[in-house]
């Protein structure tokens, strides 16, 4: 499925057809274009031609039920994960992913390890959440947050990562207000000024994993580019923009980035208003350990008694692994 197909077919039509198609397709979540009956047959008929409906993609739901991780196979052949994570019936968020691959090569992610394949077009990423959309509308659910954690780094395509947000956002569309999205960035810093230009209600979190250079730059190469300095200036830009909180991801990684030092050191330089810490169980993808949960709740206290707010991340779906960082093509 392609926007930019879509649009042309509409281009020859009254100008309200696009905005039916869109609703169609998006809102009313039909899986075939018969279901469009606010359209003409022969419309119809053209758009089932040049632009089936179907999603092609394999699903795989953890023991629990609350995670769903699919495997989208786009029309090049390549695949791409997309997860559903089911916190209530109210709320139901996908991770996208904006790259297939991702070429910035963090040391301990698997969709680094990969390597770079492809950009996604906007409608491969809208998609993603489509192909959830339909399945829970199933039992009267809807997608209510999307969170852009899945492969790739959102800000280094961004042009089509804001057009599927202005879809996400429609309210023609899925109408999923700006706030309930979020994008993950090892930071980038122009897509960090983009985004409190464009949409300063999105809400922004940051990788961070370490607290100096020294190891960030043995665990992220991006951080050579963009040391930690000029990210957390850009940082305060967007705080003063937006006003909005920021989130700083943190993989605890046994012996690696987990010591009472590196949390008294990390409390330093995140001692900000509006700055939040997320402290992530990291998966095993090879390479590094998980931190003892006793050694992350130590770390979590050291940055809450220096005045930091500070959380720990619910690991979804460690068995089918569609937690974080394992997203990456399996043959
Ligand atoms: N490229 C962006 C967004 C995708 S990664 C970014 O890096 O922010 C989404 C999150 O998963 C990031 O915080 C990333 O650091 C984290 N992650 C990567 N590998 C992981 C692993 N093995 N275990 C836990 N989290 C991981
Ligand atoms: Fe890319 Fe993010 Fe994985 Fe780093 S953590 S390799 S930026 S997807």
Redesign the pocket.
Known sequence: MNIEKIEKIADSEPSFRLKQIKKAVFHDLIENWNEATTLPKNLREKLEKEMPLEISAEVFPSKDGRTVKAGIRLEDGLLIEAVLMKHTEKRNTVCVSSQVG?P?G?Q?????KMGFKRNLMAMEIVEQVLFFARSLKKTGEKVTNIV???????FLNWENVKKAIEILNDDNCFGIGARKISI???GIIEGIEALAEEFPQINL???L?APDDKLRGELMPVNKKYPLVKVLRAVDEYIKKTNRKVMF?Y?MMKDVNDSEEQAKKLSKLLKKPLYMVNL??????GRFKASPSERIKKFKSILEKAGIFATQRYRFGTDIEA????LAEKR
């Open positions: 991702c910035l963090c301990f992610c698997e969709t680094g852009f954690m899945g492969m790739g780094e959102p993950s960035t090892a979190a940051i990788s994993h991801e993989v992530i169980a990291y998966n095993p993808t937690a974080c960082g394992q």
